[in-house]
């Protein structure tokens, strides 16, 4: 016998591979775990009779020759399957996984690659041995890659994602099914929750992110924890959301991050504190720890992680042409023309005073005018940056203020100067090498 199981906790992704494992090796027993998510759990509750699903106590687990993991490849994450780990010799072990790190299952046939969702390799599969699909099949597939691709908008969705898509509305899925699969498991629990996370924000600037903490005490079990961190996040609007949540297990807290901004990978500090995820969503179980402690963990983890990242001083250009506030405006012209730049900050004795720009031309009202000094024309309201800041920071700066560039200061001295165009030459990952 053959079964195809995946990770406790099985969301749509997960689910939709064990799925398409059925298809893909045609009479694989499907095996779901003990404990599924809540979305999933109501989904089969209504379509039972169309996935002829199992869970591990109904298998006779001497009987199975083959076992094909999809969505996961650790031991740890699967269900009442220990006794299989054991036989290496006589279990033939297929592994499908999309987790950027290495798992812990030997097997004899891996398809590993990074990609937004599990179930895009395996369409891609499906595709080129022309499977049949009916729409219900293909309406399960692109939830699942919805579900775990925060609808092609979490960092990780690749353009694969996409197409698998595309390919999965042409076998005839239906989106409006999908919303309605994917609309989140939210009642009394979660709202009172999601309010006390409200008033409990500790917001904090983190290597210019907006981070937000919130330690919550819960009374009893509450599911869908991190549909409500989500949520929080969406609401407050900030870079990333971290609830603390203590009270449901004896010494235990559990945190779940949620983030939306590049860069800032939930998935690496949730591994750091023994939990896992994406770079957008993640969880941890943090055993015997005070959340105040937990929370300078994870502000220590993004600081760390930022510092390995770019700085402003990679982007920078320098030396720096600067002009004098006594030069003329038709000098200044001249120089911005004779070097191709848009911009130059102003000096007078060494000392940065101003910036001056192509678009404050557009303030020149008269031919005089272009006799008269730079100073009457810059700008006054100067905005630095330090060398060490995040291209982050900058594009923060330069949008809150409405500014294209930002001299680079370090003690007192203008080292360099970062302009929009090398924010977003970076953030476009297309800065050169
Ligand atoms: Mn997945």
Redesign the pocket.
Known sequence: MRIVTSHKNT?F??FA?IIAGTVLYPGAVPVIPRNINPNVRSFLAIHKDLFDVRTVDEIDLDKVRSLVVV?VNQWHRLDGLRKLKARVDDLEVIVWD??PDKGDINANWIRHETMG??ITLMVRQMRLESKPLTPIQATLFLT?LHE?TGSFMFPATCPEDVMAAAYLMEMGADVNVVASLLRPAYGEKQKNVLFEMLKSEERESINGYKVSFHKIDIDGHVGSLSVVAQMCREILNVDAVFGIFTGQRKGKSIVIGRSNADGLNIGAIMRSLGGGGHPGAGSAMVDFVNPDTIQEMITELIQGNQQASVQISDLMSFPVMTISADASMSDLRKILTEKSCTGLPVVEDGRLVGVISRRDFRKVRKSKDMKAPVRAFMSKDIRTIEPGKSPMQAARLMVKHDIGRLPVVENDEIIGIVTRSDVMLYFYDMLPD
């Open positions: 969301d992704d997960g591979s969505d999309h987790h969702a599990n699942g775990d």
